[in-house]
């Protein structure tokens, strides 16, 4: 066809219809299929995993985890952001070391620990970290089962027992647990627990000894599933197993056995940017008798610490859950003070140690200097860390004596909490959990713990690609190169521009107090009102009949007189030993 004489209209008008006739012959034709490549590969089926056809056992972990992305470590439904259980759960589920009861086939990742024997050490809140963290949990073993075989007799097919099962029939000796008579491997107990029929153990016990493996047919450290390893390469980076104990006490609770939690809360000295002495004014600090704006003093918080010390009612230095009826909020101390984390030191901004920025007559090392809070106790109430640590930073800036501790500890003169703030969550760690005998003053951790790369041929799983170390190295290098870009803009912004002491305040500023809380900038509250001097709380009586009264009950004896502990047993048990930094 001649499309010569044909308009530019036209033209268009003739390729739509073409399009259109050839998009019609399309839909109406089948295109051939590609020949199939054929795959020597056999097809992938998931095996149904039986229980049955495994031993279990119960161990103890020991892990670390970066808290600051987490909702905390116990898991919640419903929470914005992922929990160190909910992790722990996925990834014990995954490795197929744990056989849950009870699981909602609608919600086959909801964590459910019934059946596991599961115990967890501490609690903590919302941003808060661990080092040291425990738990207790009953997963698979590598120990083979009784075999069947036939009777050289009688033909037929049996039962071969082993280690002391006693003859039950076939459904009860391969059950994952030990039978009545079965052996499992256990420490002696911590507390005065008897030992229950199916341990093995000896006094002391020598989880290394080659009898125990003789009298098991199996090493149950050498042939056993890697724990560790398979858990570490299942887990995100900041959550890391660190150990496990093959032979946990007859006793033990990770929760219940615990006797010492010792927590670090760390700070910088200075806690935020000082001024140059030029530019302060009044309420900043110079010629106040406080100390300079932006610097703690050490000794101060040194004083106040160590009133912490010894056995005293922490009721002004917690929060109060009326649903727990808490009526006894004496804790023991053991160890209080402030320490310097000198191989810590953050060397990058220089102009910190500046004459114009550091205090008068300052001989200390150079700033910013990295302090640790360390506190040791048997247990802890809901955010009592948090807010010892804000009454230290108040001691800290001046604006609080170091007495202010023994006005708060002293229930007859304080007995409702003043409204104070307490200190930010990200700077606290868990650092160690300690597992010491009842009967042991010295307070040394008994469990057996065996870390990562202990054991030969284990190296690789500390060292090697992917290892233990490899993986967090990549997690600090990606902060500390954050730091230093950080700290390197910081020391340029300040060279930039005039001499510092040409520098002038176009009028005196009208400026709040900056107080410090543990989070990366101070707050602004206008003039300072000192702890005494604030809105104070109801007392804990008052609160606990409160909410009784809301319930139906006279007051909190009434309610609890009235099947309180029946009823809510387990609520009840929580309350009376609590001890979790940021329980909710």
Same mark, same amino acid.
């Given at each position: 066809?001649?499309?010569?004489?044909?308009?530019?209209?036209?033209?268009?008008?003739?390729?739509?219809?073409?399009?259109?006739? /050839?998009?019609?012959?399309?839909?109406?034709? #089948?295109?051939?299929?590609?020949?199939?490549?054929?795959?020597?590969?056999?097809?992938?089926?998931?095996?149904?995993?039986?229980?049955?056809?495994?031993?279990?056992?119960?161990?103890?972990?020991?892990?670390?985890?970066?808290?600051?992305?987490?909702?905390?470590?116990?898991?919640?439904?419903?929470?914005?952001?992922?929990?160190?259980?909910?992790?722990?759960?996925?990834?014990?589920?995954?490795?197929?070391?744990?056989?849950?009861?009870?699981?909602?086939? *609608?919600?086959?990742?909801?964590?459910?620990?019934?059946?596991?024997?599961?115990?967890?050490?501490?609690?903590?809140?919302?941003?808060?970290?661990?080092?040291?963290?425990? &738990?207790?949990?009953?997963?698979?073993?590598?120990?083979?089962?009784?075999?069947?075989?036939?009777?050289?007799?009688?033909?037929?097919?049996? &039962?071969?027992?082993?280690?002391?099962?006693?003859?039950?029939?076939?459904?009860?000796?391969?059950?994952?647990?030990?039978?009545?008579?079965?052996?499992?491997?256990?420490?002696?107990?911590?507390?005065?627990?008897?030992?229950?029929?199916?341990?093995?153990?000896?006094?002391?016990?020598?989880?290394?000894?080659?009898?125990?493996?003789?009298?098991?047919?199996?090493?149950?450290?050498?042939?056993?599933?890697?724990?560790?390893?398979?858990?570490?390469?299942?887990?995100?980076?900041?959550?890391?197993?660190?150990?496990?104990?093959?032979?946990?006490?007859?006793?033990?609770?990770?929760?219940?056995?615990?006797?010492?939690?010792?927590?670090?809360?760390?700070?910088?000295?200075?806690?935020?940017?000082?001024?140059?002495?030029?530019?302060?004014?009044?309420?900043?600090?110079?010629?106040?008798?406080?100390?300079?704006?932006?610097?703690?003093?050490?000794?101060?918080?040194?004083?106040?610490?160590?009133?912490?010390?010894?056995?005293?009612?922490?009721?002004?230095?917690?929060?109060?859950?009326?649903?727990?009826? &808490?009526?006894?909020?004496?804790?023991?101390?053991?160890?209080?003070?402030?320490?310097?984390?000198?191989?810590?030191?953050?060397?990058? /901004?220089?102009?910190?140690?500046?004459?114009?920025?550091?205090?008068?007559?300052?001989?200390?090392?150079?700033?910013?200097? &990295?302090?640790?809070?360390?506190?040791?106790?048997?247990?802890?109430?809901?955010?009592?860390?948090?807010?010892?640590?804000?009454?230290?930073?108040?001691?800290?800036?001046?604006?609080?004596?170091?007495?202010?501790?023994?006005?708060? /500890?002293?229930?007859?003169?304080?007995?409702?909490?003043? #409204?104070?703030?307490?200190?930010?969550?990200?700077?606290?760690?868990?650092?160690?959990?300690?597992?010491?005998?009842?009967?042991?003053?010295?307070?040394?951790?008994? *469990?057996?713990?065996?870390?990562?790369?202990?054991?030969?041929?284990?190296?690789?799983?500390?060292?090697?690609?992917?290892?233990?170390?490899?993986?967090?190295?990549?997690?600090?290098?990606?902060?500390?190169?954050?730091?230093?870009?950080?700290?390197?803009?910081?020391?340029?912004?300040?060279?930039?521009?005039?001499?510092?002491?040409?520098? #002038?305040?176009?009028?005196?500023?009208?400026?709040?107090?900056?107080?410090?809380?543990?989070?990366?900038?101070?707050?602004?509250?206008? #003039?300072?009102?000192?702890?005494?001097?604030?809105?104070?709380?109801?007392?804990?009586?008052?609160?606990?009949?409160?909410?009784?009264?809301?319930?139906?009950?006279?007051?909190?004896?009434?309610?609890?007189?009235?099947?309180?502990?029946?009823?809510?047993?387990?609520?009840?048990?929580?309350?009376?030993?609590?001890?979790?930094?940021?329980?909710?």
């Amino acid at each position: 066809m001649d499309y010569t004489a044909w308009s530019h209209d036209s033209l268009v008008e003739r390729v739509a219809q073409l399009e259109t006739e /050839l998009k019609s012959k399309n839909r109406g034709s #089948t295109p051939t299929p590609a020949p199939r490549k054929k795959s020597w590969k056999k097809p992938r089926h998931d095996r149904a995993f039986d229980p049955a056809k495994y031993h279990t056992r119960l161990i103890a972990l020991k892990l670390a985890y970066l808290g600051k992305n987490y909702n905390g470590f116990e898991h919640h439904i419903d929470t914005p952001l992922s929990t160190i259980e909910e992790e722990l759960w996925k990834a014990l589920n995954r490795a197929r070391l744990i056989f849950p009861k009870d699981t909602d086939p *609608l919600n086959p990742g909801e964590v459910n620990w019934d059946g596991l024997e599961y115990s967890k050490c501490g609690r903590t809140d919302k941003g808060v970290s661990a080092f040291g963290q425990v &738990i207790g949990i009953r997963v698979r073993s590598n120990r083979p089962l009784a075999q069947k075989k036939k009777s050289e007799a009688s033909g037929q097919e049996g &039962i071969e027992l082993v280690e002391g099962q006693r003859e039950q029939g076939h459904a009860d000796a391969f059950k994952a647990y030990p039978g009545e008579n079965g052996v499992e491997i256990r420490a002696p107990p911590l507390g005065r627990s008897p030992r229950g029929p199916h341990v093995l153990d000896s006094e002391p016990l020598n989880i290394h000894d080659p009898a125990l493996a003789e009298a098991l047919n199996f090493d149950h450290i050498a042939d056993e599933i890697p724990y560790c390893y398979l858990l570490n390469r299942l887990l995100p980076p900041d959550i890391r197993i660190l150990a496990w104990c093959p032979a946990p006490p007859t006793d033990f609770s990770a929760r219940f056995s615990c006797r010492e939690r010792r927590y670090k809360y760390f700070f910088t000295n200075p806690a935020f940017p000082p001024i140059p002495h030029n530019l302060e004014f009044a309420n900043s600090g110079k010629g106040s008798g406080k100390i300079k704006d932006g610097w703690l003093d050490i000794g101060a918080m040194q004083e106040a610490a160590k009133l912490f010390e010894g056995t005293h009612d922490f009721r002004n230095f917690c929060k109060v859950d009326a649903s727990k009826q &808490i009526s006894n909020f004496e804790r023991m101390i053991y160890h209080a003070d402030i320490s310097s984390e000198s191989a810590a030191s953050n060397k990058t /901004l220089g102009f910190l140690n500046d004459k114009n920025f550091i205090p008068e007559g300052f001989d200390g090392e150079a700033a910013p200097q &990295i302090y640790t809070f360390n506190l040791h106790g048997s247990a802890f109430l809901w955010h009592q860390v948090r807010h010892i640590v804000a009454i230290l930073f108040l001691v800290g800036q001046g604006l609080e004596p170091p007495s202010i501790v023994s006005e708060l /500890l002293d229930i007859a003169k304080t007995p409702g909490r003043p #409204t104070y703030e307490m200190a930010t969550d990200t700077p606290l760690v868990l650092w160690d959990c300690i597992f010491p005998r009842q009967d042991d003053p010295t307070r040394q951790d008994a *469990l057996q713990w065996i870390y990562v790369g202990d054991g030969v041929g284990n190296a690789e799983a500390k060292y090697a690609a992917m290892g233990l170390v490899d993986v967090l190295w990549e997690v600090w290098r990606e902060k500390k190169i954050d730091e230093v870009l950080a700290g390197s803009l910081l020391d340029i912004v300040q060279r930039q521009g005039g001499e510092i002491t040409d520098l #002038t305040l176009s009028k005196k500023p009208n400026r709040s107090q900056k107080v410090f809380h543990g989070a990366d900038r101070p707050r602004l509250q206008g #003039t300072y009102q000192p702890v005494m001097k604030k809105h104070f709380m109801e007392s804990v009586d008052f609160i606990n009949d409160r909410y009784a009264m809301r319930k139906g009950f006279e007051n909190a004896e009434d309610l609890k007189r009235q099947g309180y502990r029946t009823r809510n047993k387990a609520a009840v048990e929580e309350a009376e030993n609590e001890f979790v930094e940021g329980v909710e």
